[in-house]
């Protein structure tokens, strides 16, 4: 009933002037409305059309297309282009990579091939193990260690959790998290997990809510964006993590298409500055990450202090025959 719900207001919005108008609108005439005790702003268009925002946000919010793009990666053959430096402080390169690599989907299985690759600096170990942990989880989303079997794209019952794990393993599912779910809050990460969950009442002080319709990339898509109130104390400032996300979706399947979000902290235990940017290609029915660029400075208790830029520039996909 949802998706056919969704599908109706897609054609409606696409065979009507409501896109124009909207596309075309004055922000002077925004709503802003409470929804869920947050303050949204909203298109005066969407009110006057009596849209449906209350069901859109909350699709919104609950979104797992974002995360199923990367295990679709998990079912494909394809190509990528890895370039990742690792810093100074000075912004020096002081280790780096640099490869092409081709995913193989056979029978099931997947393996991938080094077709070209270049390192300098200590980006491994005496033991040919990564010596940062920004490549390892480069790795992790990207690069296939020798063959693996019986994965499907399914996201229905594979959430994150830290249950059960405990040093190097918990912190690679904090940082998926991170990845996966931004907004949402992370346990384990004393001092920040909780704030960086941007839908409960701490939050609501602390950020503007938008929703939007604009093009991207010459589609037209509702933009999500989520932004610190420029009014807020001092005090309150020391509470945000989240500077901006803003996330684009299909209007008729509401897929993420793109989103790009920047974070920053500093506490006695962490503190980081990272921004992240993706870009969604579709391939059939499937939507599938076809540029990620990342660009991070951050340390931890646990862990030496890591400035890296990487970007993963993905291509040629193809179905398992």
């Given at each position: ?283 059939g029915n499937l939507l599938v990450p076809k540029i990620l660029r990342y660009k991070g400075n ?24």
């Open positions: 009933m949802r998706k056919i719900f969704f599908i109706s207001i897609a054609l409606f919005i696409s065979s009507s002037s409501f896109a124009q108008d909207t596309l075309g609108y004055n922000k002077k005439n925004d709503t802003t409305l409470l929804l869920e005790n947050k303050r949204v702003t909203l298109p005066e268009v969407f009110v006057r059309n009596n849209f449906d925002f209350k069901t859109l946000l909350k699709q919104i919010k609950e979104d797992t297309t974002f995360y199923k793009a990367f295990r679709n990666l998990h079912i494909l053959n394809f190509t990528s282009y890895n370039d990742i430096k690792m810093l100074d402080k000075h912004d020096n390169i002081k280790a780096s990579l640099f490869s092409k690599t081709k995913q193989h989907r056979i029978n099931g299985c997947r393996t991938m091939e080094v077709l070209e690759e270049k390192i300098t600096g200590d980006f491994y170990d005496s033991k040919d193990r990564y010596n940062y942990r920004t490549p390892e989880l480069y790795a992790s989303l990207f690069f296939t260690k020798g063959t693996v079997c019986g994965e499907n794209n399914i996201v229905k019952g594979k959430g994150f959790s830290t249950s059960g794990k405990n040093g190097l393993d918990a912190h690679k599912e904090q940082l998926k998290m991170l990845f996966f779910n931004p907004g949402k809050k992370i346990p384990g990460i004393p001092f920040i997990g909780d704030k960086l969950d941007l839908y409960d009442e701490r939050a609501i002080k602390l950020y503007d809510y938008r929703l939007d319709v604009e093009e991207h990339n010459g589609q037209n898509c509702y933009v999500f964006s989520i932004t610190p109130k420029e009014d807020i104390s001092q005090s309150k400032k020391n509470s945000v993590v989240v500077d901006e996300m803003i996330t684009w979706f299909d209007i008729k399947t509401l897929e993420v298409l793109a989103r790009k979000y920047s974070l920053s902290y500093k506490a006695g235990l962490y503190d980081f500055d990272v921004s992240m940017d993706v870009e969604m290609a579709r391939i951050w340390s931890a208790i646990i862990t030496k202090r890591e400035k890296a830029v990487f970007t993963a520039t993905i291509f040629d996909f193809k179905k398992e025959e």
